[in-house]
């Protein structure tokens, strides 16, 4: 803090917001106690967190250290990292979760950078997504495996991804109906985006699961299938708005410039309103992004063995393992909040990317 | 510099744009009353009169943005109506430019120009981009094709918006306002623009208070108050003895 100290002359304006900020927390006695006791809180809080995942931690050998130890478990998650990443799907096939991983975390990272925007990039969300149900199911190579036992990471991504790109799918005719100036339509949209928006998700998932396949007996309804339909409808509501907000958003100008140069309906819209409708609300469309991915744990509760519930399955040897639940969830709470803190970051970049030029 | 007054443009006896008793109402505002205007091929019309006299409107019902409840208007002929063929047959004989120019943002000038012509016109993408390219040459922008209209000035948007208009080779033109959103250095290279696409023959309607402009190249000066034509003349005779009191007033204020 020497620089502080002595004055930084390159750095003015942190040193004064710094100052500023200080003089605001003992701005008067009562202040100063809250500053003392929420410091003092945050510092034990640190303290206890640095001994549980440090200090007191089992560091190596196996079940007999963390009984010696009070804290985190870490050889625990070394010796179920298998069962944690990939579930229940069969141990001698893991290739296949790990290769769909892979694909599906290529397709993730190609898809952040703005210079690969374009309609292979977006077949891509199609073929990769179908590439990893045919590898995971094996029908294309190799013995069968049932969804039943697809799991972990690969399954939570997997379920996300098509999720998102299906809601892509439903929601842009969602807003255009929603937009349009038949009244039969525009009812029709905004009745069915009202009522899918007013329920929970995990309402919707047991209408999907429970409810839709009693009314055709004797059909057997895929578990995949039944939490694709109910997650696809229900970010497709969240979504359509989004992108009607985009939309409308747009100056009048540009769709009567694309109508007075003779472009349709359809191709105004394709290649004038929606890419800069959707080029406004990539924030939007990012934060909804991460309430989906945080809200796919609920596919458990219908059967589904995502992430968190192979974590769950994991974290049940707690008479084995002392110390193992606290750190099973401990992991996967961080494996979320990186994800999420990506996710985050990258969308503030990008929306300061695309604004320095006015286009992407 | 062409002679534009030249009078060596073939005439036809169908007029290239023909207003018949055209009403517009926005719900009770009557906007447009009884509008009845004809421009022959190659003509050029300018269009003055106070805000909100409806000048805009009135060339926005020749493509359609606007829509008119009564009388007929026709373009070569054909007639705008509510079919959508027919609307689209009307709309790739007439470009328009705007006064907020009103390019696509996401696409560079090149691509602005190209894209009608690929995806309304059918032309192939190789061929639209070297007519994009020889069009933004005659708008004295090529240097600039590959540039997002952020990164371009008011004046160049406005030519790139012209060069876009005529990559769909319309025979009509109609420019709104084309130059009241420019700083005034950059009003002129548009008008330069205009004015030599005038002197190839062009048919024009310009709704603009450019004086001089419509002095120069103007045929025909329409005169437009409270939703109506009020007057119609020659330019010179418009500008230096207008017939109506309205007129003069409104000339008295541009003046002034
Ligand atoms: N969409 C609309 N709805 C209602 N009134 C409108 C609309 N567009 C224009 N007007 C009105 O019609 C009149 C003529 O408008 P406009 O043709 O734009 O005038 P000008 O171009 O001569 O300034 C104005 O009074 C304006 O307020
Ligand atoms: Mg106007």
């Not at chain 1, 697809?150 to 439903?170: N, Q, S």
């Not at chain 1, 992108?243 to 100008?253: F, Y």
């Amino acid at each position: 803090m020497t620089i502080l100290l002595e004055g930084a002359p390159l750095a003015p304006p942190k040193r004064e917001a710094l100052r500023r900020t200080i003089a605001d927390l003992f701005s008067s006695p009562f202040n100063a106690i809250v500053t003392v006791i929420v410091a003092g809180l945050i510092a034990a809080g640190l303290w206890a967190f640095l001994r549980w995942a440090i200090l007191d931690a089992a560091w190596s050998g196996g079940a007999e250290a963390c009984r010696a130890h009070s804290g985190a478990c870490w050889p625990f998650v070394r010796a179920n990292a298998q069962l944690m990443v990939f579930g229940v799907y069969p141990q001698d096939l893991l290739w296949r979760p790990a290769l769909s991983l892979a694909l599906m975390a290529g397709l993730i990272v190609a898809s952040m950078i703005p210079r690969f925007w374009s309609l292979s990039l977006a077949l891509g969300w199609v073929a990769v997504p179908a590439a990893v149900c045919l590898l995971l199911s094996g029908a294309l190579v190799g013995p069968r495996v049932s969804t039943n036992e697809w799991g972990g990471l690969p399954l939570t991504l997997l379920v996300w991804m098509i999720a998102f790109a299906g809601a892509f799918v439903v929601a842009t005719p969602l807003a255009l109906a929603r937009r349009s100036d038949m009244g039969g339509l525009r009812t029709a949209a905004v009745a069915v985006i009202e009522l899918v928006r007013g329920v929970p998700m995990l309402v919707a998932l047991y209408v999907s699961r429970f409810i839709v396949p009693m009314t055709a007996p004797g059909v057997e309804v895929n578990l995949f299938v039944s939490v694709e339909t109910a997650l696809i409808l229900f970010v497709a509501s969240y979504l359509a708005e989004i992108i009607r907000a985009g939309l409308q958003a747009l100056p009048r100008g540009q769709a009567e410039a694309a109508a007075a140069l003779g472009l349709g309906y359809w191709r105004t819209m394709q290649l004038v309103l929606l890419p800069q409708a959707l080029r406004a609300v990539i924030p939007a469309l990012v934060n909804l992004g991460i309430g989906v991915l945080l809200s796919t744990p609920l596919v458990a509760v219908i059967g589904m063995t995502d992430f968190l519930s192979a974590v769950r399955e994991a974290a049940s040897h707690e008479q084995d393992w002392p110390g193992c639940f606290t750190t099973a969830y401990f992991v996967a709470g961080l494996a979320f909040f990186s994800i999420c803190f990506v996710a985050s970051r990258y969308s503030r970049w990008l929306e300061r990317h695309i604004r320095a030029d006015g286009h992407a | 510099m062409p002679d534009l007054n030249a009078r060596d443009i073939p005439r036809h006896d169908r007029p290239a744009i023909e207003f018949v008793g055209v009403h517009k109402w926005y719900g009770d505002f009557h906007v447009l009353r009884d509008i009845r205007l004809a421009v022959d091929p190659g003509e050029r019309v300018v269009v003055c009169g106070p805000s909100g006299s409806g000048k805009s409107t009135l060339i926005r019902c020749v493509n359609r943005l606007e829509e008119h409840q009564k009388g007929a208007i026709r373009v070569h002929g054909l007639e705008l109506t509510a079919s959508a063929a027919q609307i689209d047959r009307v709309r790739r004989e007439v470009g328009m430019v705007f006064q907020q120019f009103n390019l696509f943002p996401h696409l560079t000038a090149l691509e602005n120009c190209a894209l009608a012509p690929v995806w309304a016109a059918g032309v192939k993408r190789r061929e639209a981009e070297e007519r994009a390219h020889a069009l933004l040459a005659k708008v004295k922008i090529a240097d600039q094709a590959h540039k997002y209209p952020s990164q371009l000035s008011g004046g160049q948007q406005q030519r790139v918006a012209i060069a876009r208009a005529l990559c769909m080779n319309p025979k009509i033109m109609l420019f709104d306002e084309p130059t009241s959103a420019l700083d005034p250095e950059m009003v002129k290279e548009v008008l330069d623009t205009m004015t030599a696409l005038a002197g190839e023959g062009m048919t024009m309607i310009v709704v603009t208070h450019e004086m001089g402009f419509a002095r120069r190249v103007a045929d025909k000066v329409v005169f437009m108050d409270d939703g109506e034509v009020v007057e119609t003349g020659e330019p010179e005779e418009f500008f230096t003895a207008p017939r109506h009191d309205r007129a003069r007033q409104f000339l008295g204020q541009l003046l002034r």
